[in-house]
């Protein structure tokens, strides 16, 4: 069964760093999201992205963050300069096309800003 | 109004007998509500899911009942087993929004015990 891939698993930076985090979608997905998931808490909504550009963000997603997907394949996640904050289960996920469709979860990167 | 509320924080049960999880929502144009199992290390993998047009909708073991009026919603776990020891995710999902972004709620801690 297709699955949503992710790499790193475990992301270990320094505060102020930059950071990429990377997502393989499904392959003929085209909605795309990450999500973020502070240790302990509930999964939070940073961002969705559709044909190209951002289609919605939440407040969390702040200038600090950015979106791409620089080929066909992959969707990444930037954090320019890393807040001790910042530190969570980093999920992307994919989504067929519609509403009536799944949204499929990739494994996760565990982000840890010292 | 973004908020899905879950309960209980925690659960033990044990094998063969039926695991109970509540969540309620405020946003009325809420229309797709996923449940989801997240074990340890991994993402959170759909389980079963409803829209506010039926009122119950059974899977194998698992069932999703729906009250649209009092807004709320519930995942029943039949004959629990050790396997299904994972955290449960409730969700919400607005399909005006053309993000189907989706709301999680704070997660339910599920423990079969033999």
């Known amino acids: 069964e297709p699955e949503v891939t992710q790499t790193p698993s475990h992301q270990v930076t320094q505060m102020g760093q930059e950071v990429i985090l990377r997502c393989v979608p499904i392959s003929n997905h085209l909605y795309f999201y990450w999500y973020r998931q502070i240790l302990g808490q509930k999964v939070e909504f940073l961002v969705s992205?559709?044909?190209?550009?951002?289609?919605?963000k939440s407040e969390i997603f702040d200038d600090q963050f950015s979106v791409e997907r620089p080929d066909g394949s992959n969707f990444t996640l930037k954090i320019r300069s890393t807040k001790l904050e910042d530190s969570a289960m980093y999920f992307c996920?994919?989504?067929?096309?519609?509403?009536?469709?799944?949204?499929?979860f990739g494994p996760g990167t565990r982000l840890t800003v010292l | 109004q973004q908020q899905v509320k879950q309960s209980p924080q925690s659960l033990i049960v044990q094998k063969g007998g039926i695991s109970i999880i509540n969540c309620a929502y405020e946003?009325?144009?809420?229309?797709?509500f996923p449940w989801y199992q997240q074990f340890p290390g991994k993402g959170p993998a759909l389980l079963i899911a409803?829209?506010?047009?039926?009122s119950e909708k059974k899977e194998g073991r698992f069932t999703i009942s729906f009250n649209k009026s009092a807004k709320q919603f519930s995942l029943h776990i039949m004959d629990s087993q050790p396997g299904d020891s994972a955290t449960y995710f409730c969700?919400?999902?607005?399909?005006?929004?053309?993000?189907?972004?989706?709301?999680f709620g704070k997660g339910t801690k599920l423990s079969v015990i033999p």
């Open positions: 996920a994919s989504r067929a096309r519609s509403s009536t469709d799944t949204q499929y």
């Open positions: 409803i829209r506010p047009d039926v």
């Open positions: 992205f559709y044909n190209n550009e951002i289609s919605e």
């Open positions: 969700a919400a999902e607005y399909s005006g929004a053309g993000s189907y972004q989706l709301t």
């Open positions: 946003n009325t144009a809420f229309d797709y």
